[in-house]
Every structure is written in structure tokens, then in C-alpha cells.
């Protein structure tokens, strides 16, 4: 992982919370981070405590503000618990970032079980749906910010994907839905479109296909980066300072909009 900059009082995000749903390892980690070194007073959200401790264990290092708060975003009441708990400590949301993620199936739709699909779209549609409704009012009175977590999916059609795809490109269908939804209230919806991100779950993949094909790793990494731009994947950090400007008041007019962060992999 990157060294992690230092907390900015001054920064983008100075003074602001910022509710993350979805902490993983990695990228949820980064936007953990980023955020609160932009200053940002971060609420943790996910199934595992563990692993948020972890992560905010990481915040509190670096000087800053981290609340941990194990939720599970299919649940009705998991939620609604999550909005009081964060009103009641904190008394404003200005930003959510919604990151909740599920394991594609990576077979052929007709190979795919319905409940896979269906679990998918409850995860992260509906979850994702669910989170910002109980936190619509605060974000109303902060004339807030969401940032929605989309895919390079919606811009392809390869094979394997399809479940995938259904659930990012319903995700990115109802954020632009709520954009205009919710522009009134003064709440700005954006989605930002990873491709690759070179993390420790993408090293791990690239070592099973370089082993079942009798190539290096760094052979993986060079013929995969050769069809962007920029001939390199971007790090799970440089996708969460992206996440970190449209939740700024750098980014106060943008709304209903996707940005692709890939390297140039593909133009939208």
C-alpha cells in the first residue's frame, strides 16, 4: 500500500462527515483514508467490525476522526439505526460515498443462477437505494454530496460480465434518477467508473492467470495496461482522490454525471 498523507485541517473535505458504506481492503479503504486526510471526519460502514476497526484504526493514526458502525445495507431497520447513530454523534452528514460491493459470477448470463443476479441488484442497487433514503434529510440540510461507485462494465459488453453489468448499469440508471430527484434539496449525485485498480485482490488474480498460462506477473500487468492510454492501472488511491473531489465543494456544480477513472482505457 501507498505511504498515506498526512490530515489537512485545511482540506478538501476539512470539517465535513463523510459516511463510506462498503469498507473493504481495498478501495474502501482508500476512500477511508483519502477522505480524512482531506481533512474529513470519516463513519465507517460494513458487515465486518473487524475490518472496519482495522481501517479506522488506520484514520486515528494519521491524526484524524473515524466512527465505526457495522451495518448491513440490506436491512431496513440495519440502516435506519446507521443514519441515528451518525445524526446522533455527529448532527450533519455532508457527504456519502456508497461502495458496497458483490463478487460477480464471471460466467455467461445463461450459465447464471437468478439468485446470483437477484442478490447483486438487492446489494448494490437496493442497498445502495436504502442508505441514501435514511440519509437524505441530513443531506438535504447540508446540501450534501453522494458519490456512487460504478464500473468500467457499463462501458462493455465482454464476456462473463453480464451479471455484473445488469447490477452497475441499474446503479448508474438510478443515480441519474435521483440526481434530478434530488437537486431541488440541493444534493449533488455523481458516479465514478473504475476499471482495473491495481490492488492486492488484482495481484493475487493476475498470479493465478500468469500461472495457468506460464507468463510473469509483470507480463499480466504490461499486456492488460497496453490498451489504455496512460499504459498503467490506476491505484486504489488515485480512484479514491477522484471520490474525494466530487464529495468537495471543488466539484459544487457537478451533478448527474459519471466519471471514468481507467488510465484511458476506454472513452466514454
Given at each position: 500500500?501507498?505511504?498515506?498523507?498526512?490530515?489537512?485541517?485545511?482540506?478538501?473535505?476539512?470539517?465535513?462527515?463523510?459516511?463510506?458504506?462498503?469498507?473493504?481492503?481495498?478501495?474502501?479503504?482508500?476512500?477511508?483514508?483519502?477522505?480524512?486526510?482531506?481533512?474529513?471526519?470519516?463513519?465507517?460502514?460494513?458487515?465486518?467490525?473487524?475490518r472496519l476497526e482495522s481501517v479506522a484504526a488506520e484514520v486515528t493514526a494519521l491524526g484524524g476522526r473515524a466512527l465505526v458502525a457495522p451495518t448491513d445495507i440490506t436491512d431496513d431497520a440495519a440502516v435506519?439505526?446507521?443514519?441515528?447513530?451518525?445524526?446522533?454523534?455527529?448532527g450533519r452528514v455532508d457527504a456519502l460515498?456508497?461502495?458496497?460491493?458483490?463478487?460477480?459470477?464471471?460466467k455467461a448470463l445463461g450459465r447464471t443462477d437468478f439468485d446470483q443476479?437477484?442478490?447483486?441488484?438487492?446489494?448494490?442497487?437496493?442497498?445502495?437505494?436504502?442508505?441514501?433514503?435514511?440519509?437524505?434529510?441530513?443531506?438535504?440540510?447540508?446540501?450534501?454530496?453522494?458519490?456512487?461507485?460504478?464500473?468500467?462494465?457499463?462501458?462493455?459488453?465482454?464476456?462473463?460480465?453480464?451479471?455484473?453489468k445488469i447490477a452497475k448499469s441499474a446503479l448508474l440508471a438510478m443515480s441519474q434518477t435521483l440526481s434530478t430527484e434530488l437537486g431541488g434539496q440541493g444534493i449533488r449525485i455523481n458516479s465514478v467508473a473504475p476499471g482495473y485498480i491495481w490492488d492486492d485482490q488484482l495481484k493475487w488474480y493476475f498470479g493465478e492467470v500468469a500461472e495457468k498460462y506460464g507468463i510473469t506477473v509483470d507480463q499480466v500487468y504490461e499486456q492488460t495496461a497496453a490498451r489504455s492510454d496512460l499504459k498503467r492501472l490506476?491505484?486504489?488511491?488515485?480512484?479514491?482522490?477522484?471520490?474525494?473531489?466530487?464529495?468537495?465543494?471543488?466539484?459544487?456544480?457537478?451533478?448527474?454525471?459519471?466519471?471514468?477513472?481507467?488510465?484511458?482505457?476506454?472513452?466514454a
Open positions: 500500500m501507498t505511504t498515506q498523507t498526512p490530515i489537512d485541517r485545511t482540506g478538501l473535505l476539512a470539517d465535513k462527515v463523510v459516511v463510506v458504506s462498503g469498507v473493504g481492503p481495498g478501495l474502501g479503504r482508500s476512500i477511508c483514508l483519502r477522505a480524512a486526510a482531506a481533512g474529513a471526519t470519516v463513519v465507517l460502514a460494513a458487515r465486518t467490525r473487524e435506519t439505526a446507521l443514519a441515528q447513530i451518525v445524526l446522533d454523534e455527529f460515498v456508497n461502495n458496497a460491493f458483490s463478487v460477480p459470477s464471471m443476479i437477484s442478490d447483486s441488484l438487492d446489494l448494490t442497487v437496493l442497498g445502495t437505494l436504502r442508505v441514501i433514503k435514511a440519509f437524505t434529510p441530513a443531506l438535504a440540510g447540508a446540501e450534501g454530496a453522494i458519490v456512487n461507485l460504478s464500473s468500467m462494465v457499463i462501458r462493455h459488453s465482454e464476456p462473463r460480465y453480464g451479471s455484473y490506476p491505484e486504489p488511491d488515485e480512484i479514491a482522490d477522484v471520490i474525494v473531489f466530487l464529495a468537495s465543494d471543488l466539484a459544487r456544480s457537478v451533478t448527474g454525471q459519471t466519471l471514468d477513472v481507467n488510465c484511458g482505457e476506454y472513452h
